[in-house]
């Protein structure tokens, strides 16, 4: 399942990446055809993306954070010794806490936040987010593989 993740994280930042690529050799075609998938999974907001020599990035600084967190922690765990125990739903919300506070309080008004603080928060949540899902979803793998393997139907 890491594998699974890192290569969907990879894609989508891979696609980002690539989108501004497009634009700068005049590919303009293939550089909307890009866009559009990634619009889907982030708002695009020209003023909260990053630059790659001068042409925003596909994503937002948030999401490029965020995918680009899940990928190095699925590699990471895929790769390394690190045990596999799933951290807790508290230490997932606290993780997840301060990406939420910022996008809140910068939707309400309250306050606006900056490419660099959106970075940050990204790259915490992604990092919670790929300890949380991780370990959950390689045992369900698991078990769902014993199963089939004792005859059962896996679900």
Not at 21 to 28: L, R, T
Not at 106 to 116: D, E, I, K, P, V
Not at 123 to 143: E, H, N
């Amino acid at each position: 399942m890491a594998a699974s993740v890192a290569a969907i994280t990879g894609f989508i930042l891979l696609l980002s990446v690539l989108e501004p690529i497009c634009v700068m050799q005049g590919w303009h075609r293939a550089a909307q055809s890009i866009n559009w998938p990634i619009g889907l999974i982030c708002h695009q907001l020209p003023d909260r993306c990053c630059e790659l020599f001068g042409v925003r990035l596909a994503i937002c600084a948030r999401c490029f954070a965020f995918y680009s967190a899940m990928l190095l922690s699925s590699l990471l765990y895929l790769f390394s010794g690190i045990p596999r125990a799933s951290i807790s739903t508290r230490t997932l919300l606290v993780l997840v806490a301060p990406l939420a506070l910022d996008g809140m309080t910068q939707l309400c008004g309250l306050r606006t936040s900056t490419n660099a603080l959106r970075t940050i928060t990204g790259l915490v949540a992604g990092v919670g987010t790929s300890l949380a899902i991780l370990p959950f979803l390689t045992d369900k793998c698991v078990q769902s593989t014993i199963k089939i393997m004792k005859g059962g139907t896996g679900g």
